[in-house]
């Protein structure tokens, strides 16, 4: 069997990672989409919006949009940061945000 070896030193505990299950809680409560099969579900979620908090990015490259709850979750993240969101079908959005921009085409034609 393998070794799992860290690399790199951890931006955040354990510790850390329970007491903020709270603050989720009371933010997943207030979810846009109550039923989002094919979507994003409360453990990836909760993991998404923890990291996004603990690294604070500028930016945020979203790929994948569904029905829009992962981009109102990157939003209550890291509500500074610049949000691109990209789905080849938009039109199963339920969620829309003026704050992000949208690209309906694959990853690899967006001009960046």
């Not at 993991?47 to 109102?72: H, R």
């Not at 969620?95 to 690209?103: A, G, H, L, R, T």
């Given at each position: 069997?393998?070794?799992?070896?860290?690399?790199?030193?951890?931006?955040?505990?354990?510790?850390?990672?329970?007491?903020?299950?709270?603050?989720?809680?009371?933010?997943?409560?207030?979810?846009?989409?109550?039923?989002?099969?094919?979507?994003?579900?409360?453990?990836?979620?909760?993991?998404t919006w923890f990291i996004l908090k603990k690294?604070?990015?500028?930016?945020?490259?979203?790929?994948?949009?569904?029905?829009?709850?992962?981009?109102?979750?990157?939003?209550?993240?890291?509500?500074?940061?610049?949000?691109?969101?990209?789905?080849?079908?938009l039109s199963i959005r339920e969620?829309?945000?003026?704050?992000?921009?949208?690209?309906?085409?694959?990853?690899?034609?967006?001009?960046?």
């Amino acid at each position: 069997m393998q070794e799992i070896k860290q690399i790199g030193e951890l931006k955040w505990t354990y510790d850390e990672i329970r007491e903020s299950t709270s603050e989720f809680l009371e933010l997943y409560h207030r979810k846009p989409i109550h039923d989002n099969n094919g979507g994003m579900k409360s453990p990836h979620m909760f993991a998404t919006w923890f990291i996004l908090k603990k690294i604070k990015p500028k930016n945020v490259i979203e790929s994948g949009v569904w029905k829009g709850q992962g981009t109102w979750l990157i939003e209550k993240a890291v509500p500074e940061a610049n949000i691109f969101s990209i789905d080849l079908n938009l039109s199963i959005r339920e969620y829309v945000s003026d704050k992000v921009q949208y690209f309906d085409k694959d990853f690899s034609e967006i001009d960046w």
